[in-house]
């Protein structure tokens, strides 16, 4: 039993040193993976698609339950998702505390408000207003679907697009952005 427990921890320790070794040696291990899938045995196993491959996505491209988006000219992740089963051209905010809406996008997405539903009082890069509180049934982007989400909803004039907050953003398993890409993962 002794001798199991010395050799796991062996083994653990070992595992534990590979990302500090990469660091100070990647070209050394950059020749061990080459080596590595030079033999015969390697080339037989089906290889994962190559990264660039997965770069040069279309701007909104599914991956199961992952959607990667493209960022447009001003660096700004704008996608098409559905509120509540409507569809709407939405930015990703992750500034955002929570998703915000302006009143004629809630409308239709079946969202009803009157008047006196305006009675919060929010932050906005714009300055302070008034905002409804409201719960959207489901926002999806892709095969991502999260139910449930606490939104804000704004006059028309304080907010002109959709912003997708942490309050979706907060519920997905990951939310990545590297070289100008978003990746969404469920």
């Known amino acids: 039993m002794l001798r199991k427990l010395l050799i796991l ?3 653990a320790g070992s595992s534990a040193s590979v990302p500090m070794l990469y660091r100070a040696h990647p070209q050394a291990f950059e020749r061990l993976f ?6 015969p045995a390697a080339r037989d196993i089906a290889q994962p698609m190559p990264v660039s491959a997965v770069r040069e996505a279309t701007q909104q491209q599914p991956l199961g339950r992952k959607v990667l988006l493209q960022a447009d000219a001003r660096g700004h992740f704008v996608a098409s998702f559905k509120v509540n089963g409507r569809s709407v051209e939405a930015m990703v905010d992750t500034g955002a505390t929570v998703v915000a809406l302006n009143r004629s996008t809630a409308r239709r997405a079946g969202i009803s408000l009157s008047p006196s539903d305006f009675d919060r009082e ?10 409804a509180v409201v719960e959207i049934a489901s926002l999806q982007i892709g095969r991502i679907a999260v139910d449930h989400v606490p939104a804000v909803v704004l006059d028309d004039k304080a907010l ?3 912003l997708i907050g942490m309050s979706f953003l907060q519920r997905l398993d990951k939310f990545q952005v590297e070289d100008g890409q978003l990746l969404l993962a469920q």
């Open 160 to 162: 002109a697009t959709t």
């Open 34 to 39: 080459d080596l590595a899938m030079s033999r």
């Open 9 to 11: 921890g062996i083994c």
């Open 122 to 131: 929010v932050d906005t890069a714009n300055g302070k207003v008034k905002a």
